[in-house]
């Protein structure tokens, strides 16, 4: 079994090139269902994630050619054949489940097995089904799987109860080729949300509003093929600022939006981090020393779900007491028992955490129980005193690209083993 081994205590210092979003990548891959001409997806990480999809796509007849030299990511999908996608790969990745969207635009018909993906809580597809409802589909639910059907989908206004990203990407994808006109409100927000629309839009769809809240989508007879590069990766950046901040270290960061990073970038400057801008790149001084602050995950443009556990293991070496409150995922707490076996002094209370920040943590044998709680145990594992182990790497590996070499490129003493 393989594991993460970190050497706790060592500075950072250097340049890290952020990769493409893999929140960015695995909607835009799937899109390429809606159009049978020629798609390059430009500087595409592969990530576990996107061979998961791809080897989906390529079950489905799709032509999928990826460059290890260039990493750019080749899909024709004009064999694409119309047939149950496998329920295997569907259920190893929740992302799997946004083929619907475009598989019932495309062919009027879709059935597929209920989605998998990291357990951090329940993730309905109500939403999803609700609004292909509107959108004029019929849906049958039984025996663990999800059919659609229709024989052309036709523009409806749409309201989600949640700004789920989720079902925003797949009504979203769902309404490019259909009759009419659809209007989504109470969409969700994220950055990865425009780069679809985007991508979308450079096909010759005409979306408006993406990003803002309320979408609307004019339905196209068709799309025509594109080259596209999407948008880098938030979380990988913030992960590497939080990174600086653990360690007392200096570093830059390459390929960062500071817009998209907003909200992660106010909370570690109230934790006593320091930001500057050189070009199309962020230096992160996180050389004072760290206070407490409370934090409430929200959905974008809140401070993201999906730097929280990155963030607890920062806070419980910080000076003072902490309360991290998690709003979007019931259950996104399991990395807490993992920092408690480190040494790090967190209660839960429900959905609330207290962090009482601790002198320092100490190196032990840990897991990774999901995608981004892995993040956080080689950061806590970067503080620590003595060697951290890291074991279920496979969640990791679902959102990072060469994680462990890009932080002994910052100096850091991390490295992979099979035991």
Not at 40 to 68: A, F
């Amino acid at each position: 079994m393989e594991k993460i081994i970190v050497e706790g205590g060592k500075k950072l210092k250097g340049e890290v090139d952020i990769s493409i979003a893999k929140n960015s990548v695995l909607p835009i891959i799937v899109a390429s269902i809606l159009n049978p001409n020629d798609i390059t997806i430009k500087n595409v990480p592969m990530l576990e994630d996107v061979t998961v999809l791809t080897n989906l796509l390529d079950g489905l007849n799709c032509g999928i050619n990826y460059s290890d030299k260039t990493r750019d990511l080749k899909i024709n999908t004009s064999n694409l054949t119309p047939i149950d996608a496998n329920s295997d790969l569907i259920r190893k990745m929740r992302a799997s489940f946004l083929i619907m969207g475009p598989m019932i635009s495309r062919y009027g018909k879709c059935k597929i097995s209920l989605p998998g993906g990291c357990n951090i809580g329940s993730r309905p597809i109500d939403l999803h089904l609700k609004g292909f409802k509107l959108l004029g589909a019929e849906i049958e639910i039984g025996h663990g799987f999800v059919e659609a059907k229709a024989k052309k989908l036709k523009g409806n206004r749409i309201y989600l109860d949640f700004p789920s990203v989720g079902a925003t990407e797949n009504l979203l994808m769902a309404s490019v080729l259909a009759d009419g006109v659809t209007i989504i409100e109470n969409a969700a927000e994220e950055p990865e949300i425009w780069d679809l629309a985007n991508f979308l839009n450079a096909m010759g769809g005409k979306i408006e509003g993406a990003g803002m809240g309320r979408i609307t989508i004019e339905g196209v007879d068709s799309l025509k093929g594109v080259e596209y590069k999407p948008i880098y990766d938030r979380i990988e950046a913030g992960t590497f600022m939080v990174a600086a901040a653990i360690t007392n270290s200096i570093i830059t960061i390459n390929g960062a939006n500071e817009e998209h990073l907003r909200p992660t970038i106010e909370k570690l400057k109230e934790c006593g981090v320091k930001f500057s801008s050189k070009g199309n790149s962020m230096i992160v001084d996180g050389r004072e020393i760290k206070k407490a602050v409370d934090i409430k995950t929200l959905p974008y443009p809140g401070f993201p779900t999906d730097m929280q556990p990155q963030m607890m293991s920062l806070l419980a070496t910080a000076k003072g007491s902490s309360v991290i409150t998690e709003t979007v995922f019931e259950n996104r707490f399991m990395h807490v028992a993992e920092l408690v076996r480190m040494g790090a002094n967190i209660k839960i209370d429900g959905r609330t955490a207290i962090i009482e920040g601790v002198e320092s943590l100490t190196g032990c044998d840990v897991k990774a129980t999901d995608l981004r709680a892995g993040a956080a145990m080689i950061l806590a594992g970067l503080a620590a005193k003595g060697t951290t182990e890291i074991g279920d790497l496979y969640h990791i590996d679902r959102g990072y690209t060469n994680i462990e070499e890009k932080f002994r490129k910052l100096g850091a003493n991390v490295y992979r083993v099979d035991k």
